[in-house]
């Protein structure tokens, strides 16, 4: 495809795109499951669509030309730095880039310790960002099995610690079948190996500290822990900002150093940046920034406690249905289903018909809550009641995560 001689009017094209948007998920409905995290807000999603229009073309590049995304940047930063008891850190784009980073740091780390090609000891539920990360940074990744609760194994790590061993991960939770992995054990065990650990908190970070504080039962899971090193949580999940926010933290700032990169030998003059990127949108910080200042510590206790209360009626509501069952006992607000004798992939197919957009595992059907589901609990429920009584054939569709390549 060629790129149009002559351009079109912003009439023209808006009402093209309006067209073509109604096929996409109504995520605004409860209809969709993950990709978006919705907090059913109106004044939240007004200030959003305000903050990132005004700071649509902001560059963060040089922050001192910005000197306000600086503040917001430094300020989003300081904030997470308390919530998780960090010692600094810094923003990023995404779970995936602030992954990125923490695995570059403990391969940069090792290698100053002389270990050539650094190990990085994960459980198989740890998000795919880690072999991303390990395939690009030429990290070796070594793989475990997860225990019979969907949880990692801390034995199995103690196994696998040797000379090359750069740092162990713990998900907190994972996304797959939403349990939180011992970090206890295994950052003790990182402490006792002195090597590096890093918890992955993309998906849980933002909500746990309010889960606790209504009384959930959640294990230790951040830098209160001895030994974890490195931590990552993203804001444009349950921080419910748009897309583009991340923060990667670190218990000491030698750590960070090495995340920092500098170049003077430019004729351009000296390139400075703290993270992959070099322009980075300006949106993003500001949204962030927008909006955890928006909610503050008594709006995320109110969404967590609707997200709450949607997930417990849907874990007994999808556990009352003949023939269901949720794979492992989650610990926060998302898991998977299953079935030892329903086609999950045919009650897919039926909930797609019925407008649902669920994602498919490898062993069933994964659920992300949002504050906005409590809204549509009992018409989902009556649903999938109905497509595993009563669905045809399965299309054939496959469990499928991420994009496809294009
Ligand atoms: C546990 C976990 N880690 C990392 C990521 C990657 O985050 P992102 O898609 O923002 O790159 C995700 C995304 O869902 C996740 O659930």
Known sequence: MRIPRTGRSADELLAEIGELRKGDIDWRHGRAFSLVYNADDPELDELLHTVGAMFLHE???????????????????????????????SMSSGGTESIFLAVQTARD???????????????????????????????????????PDGRAVPERYAAAIGDRTAVLVASSPCYPFGV????HDIAGLAAEHDVLCHVDACLGGWILPWWERLGQKVPPWDFRVPGVTSLSADIHKYGYTFKGASVVLYRDRDLLQRQVFMYDSWPGGLYASSSSAGTRSGA???GAWSAINHLGEEGYLRLTSRVLDATTRLRSGVTAIDGLRITFDPDLSLFEFGSDTV?????CDAMDNRGWNLDRQQGGLHLMVS????????????????????????????????GVVI
């Open 180 to 183: 939180i992995d011992p970090v």
């Open 59 to 89: 560059n963060a590049l040089n922050p001192f030309r910005y000197r306000t995304l600086l503040k917001m940047e430094t300020e989003v930063i300081d904030m997470a730095v308390g919530l998780f008891g960090a010692g600094c850190g």
């Open 343 to 347: 086609d999950m992939n045919a009650v």
């Open 284 to 286: 993003p910080i500001a």
């Open 371 to 402: 504050p906005g589901h409590d809204r549509v609990v009992d018409e989902f429920l009556g649903d999938l009641a109905a497509a595993a009584a009563r669905h045809g054939e399965a299309r054939g569709g496959g469990h499928v995560y991420g």
């Open 109 to 147: 780390h090792a290698r100053s310790r002389g270990i050539e090609r650094p190990q990085l000891v994960c459980a198989d539920t740890a998000h795919p960002a880690f072999a991303k990360a390990c395939h690009y940074l030429d990290v070796e990744m070594v793989r475990l099995g997860h225990g």
